[in-house]
């Protein structure tokens, strides 16, 4: 039996019963070995064919079994998928279950299940993963003319033995944007600062100086001190409040390494963090961040942004603004927009920027040796990647949440000529209308696929958010950090563990010591030292070492 017992812990996320179904017609499909077609022609065989398939089943989605794009792809391909759909609480350990007893399925799906280190034990060591390279060159034109137009993505999910065992989720090409290219942004009351007389800070101090203004000045006018200058979130996405002014000090993200000149250096324990952090501590002390901040969930960092009847927030950190006000609400959100990044005392003036590389470090699909056709199912998977297929995939159906733009609107940065355009309901429908795609299962969008949808009338309306985030996101753009985006990086064996062992402690541990030296539990002056020395306990350098030794093996 294959050695395989921490495949998925690693791996996924996880939530609720798995369910073994065939979706779409229950004919008696072919479980022997067929003829496909010639590469990119559909149907892919003459009589129906089954796979078996694992899905991690998102919250978001609803069923499979009745799931229009998975009927239509059926119908169009000749492929039936036998979907074990598995929601996610226990995830892993199911998954462990099957793959420990060798009874697992042909193809699994979820969005970056592999990273490159597990692609290398269960590709390259445990041989649970077959290679695609041959499989890619002979069929699947769509996935070779992708990583041909982007060699970044083939580089990136090829594994050092040169095999390619996953296709990636890849939301757009490499130097494309979304809103999530920028995660660690602040949202600033505009409104405040036109009532109260004041520009657009720029500078850490200028900052300080807005929200005492915002905190002592009744920009609600209501006449009571009930206004909030500052707040954010924990458990979720960049709403801690020290990501976005760390890095007026120096550059700082939650990989907790800065990559320059090829070479990995530690950022967690920097003089200039020490300083950032005082800086927000002194913010603290006067009652200008929302204590809540550092324990509040999104739901309660959400009730203070739409606090009934009158506005409270000054400014909220957090990856977009729908996390703190309802979009609906057109009056309270247009307020908010982003900060650009503030200039520390030393100078330093920058934000990190993911860019698009990072999507593509881990595996999305991938083909098991227990697959009886991988020809049918690397052209099943080849298939759902043309462009009309991945937006089917991504947003819905066409004529129903999507359709061609109209002649002379233009995209997201209201410069490019748009190609679709989103349904008027849209955003009002997306949340009952998963049934009709796939989220972001295993595609490959072209380059700025989001800027091509039309953005017309209001940029604050809820129907053109997206596009109001992607806006907001240039602005930060020319703020990018000075910094290499960190590639996938694959470790043998023994490596990959203690990094797992490794991580996780550390991050945690770096989280609640920046708590603790916000509000005062702990000094950064004589407890500075002792937060270093608990790094190292926690294997800092090594980890930093690690990263290097696995970076050299890739550049040489």
Request: charged letters at 20%; glycine letters at 8%.
């Amino acid at each position: 039996m294959k050695k395989v017992f921490i495949f998925l812990t690693v791996l996924l996320l996880a939530v609720s019963p798995m369910i073994f179904a065939g979706g779409g017609s229950q004919a008696s499909p072919s479980r022997t070995a067929v003829e496909v077609s010639a590469p990119g022609v559909l149907p892919i065989t003459k009589e129906k064919v089954t796979l078996d398939v694992l899905w991690n089943l998102e919250p978001y989605y609803t069923d499979l079994l009745t799931n229009s794009h998975i009927i239509e792809f059926e119908a169009l391909t000749n492929v039936h998928a036998n979907f074990i759909q598995v929601a996610s609480e226990g995830f892993g350990e199911r998954l462990n279950l099957l793959l420990n007893s060798g009874e697992y399925p042909e193809v699994i799906i979820s969005t970056g299940f592999a990273s490159a280190s597990d692609l290398v034990r269960y590709g390259t060591m445990e041989k649970i993963l077959i290679p695609l390279n041959s499989l890619i060159e002979e069929q699947a034109p769509n996935i070779k003319a992708y990583y041909a137009k982007y060699p970044w993505v083939k580089e990136a999910i090829t594994s050092p033995d040169g095999n390619m065992y996953a296709i990636p989720t890849i939301d757009s090409g490499a130097k494309s944007l979304n809103h999530v290219s920028i995660s660690y942004k602040l949202w600033l009351n505009t409104e405040w600062l036109n009532k109260l007389g004041l520009s657009k800070p720029t500078t850490t101090e200028e900052f300080r100086t807005v929200l005492r203004a915002f905190k002592t000045r009744d920009p609600n006018g209501n006449g009571r001190a009930d206004e909030i200058p500052l707040t954010g979130a924990q458990g979720t996405w960049a709403a801690d409040p020290w990501y976005y002014l760390l890095n007026a000090f120096g550059y700082y993200d939650d990989t907790l390494v800065a990559l320059r000149n090829n070479t990995f250096t530690p950022t967690a324990n920097q003089d200039y963090i020490r300083d950032g952090l005082a800086y927000i501590k002194s913010l603290y002390d006067e009652g200008l961040i929302d204590p809540a901040a550092f324990t509040q969930t999104l739901e309660q960092m959400t009730a203070v942004g739409n606090n009934p009847g009158t506005v409270i927030m000054g400014a909220a950190v957090c990856g977009h603004i729908q996390m703190a006000v309802d979009i609906n609400n057109v009056e309270r959100s247009k307020v908010y927009t982003v900060l650009e990044p503030l200039t520390g005392p030393s100078g330093y003036r920058g934000i990190p920027f993911a860019g698009d590389e990072r999507k593509s470090s881990s595996g999305s699909f991938a083909i098991t040796d227990k697959c009886i056709n991988p020809a049918v199912a690397i052209k099943w998977a080849d298939a759902h990647n043309t462009n009309y297929w991945s937006l089917r995939q991504n947003v819905g159906k066409k004529g129903v949440h999507w359709d061609d733009a109209d002649p002379g609107t233009f995209g997201m940065d209201g410069i490019t000529p748009a190609q679709y355009k989103y349904a008027p309901d849209f955003y009002e429908t997306v949340n009952i209308s998963n049934n009709d795609k796939l989220g972001s299962a295993f595609r490959l969008l072209e380059e700025d696929w989001n800027n091509l949808f039309a953005v017309t009338g209001d940029i604050n309306e809820p129907s053109n958010y997206v596009g109001r985030l992607y806006r907001e996101t240039l602005k930060l753009v020319p703020y990018a950090a000075d910094v290499q985006i960190i590639p996938p990086l694959a470790y043998d064996e023994n490596t990959s563990v203690r990094m797992s062992q490794i991580s996780a402690p550390l991050s945690d541990f770096v989280k609640s010591s920046f708590v603790e030296f916000i509000t005062g539990r702990k000094n950064l002056t004589s407890d500075w030292n002792t937060y270093k020395q608990g790094l190292e306990q926690l294997g800092y350098s090594e980890y930093v070492r690690n990263m290097q030794t696995a970076y050299n093996a890739i550049k040489k």
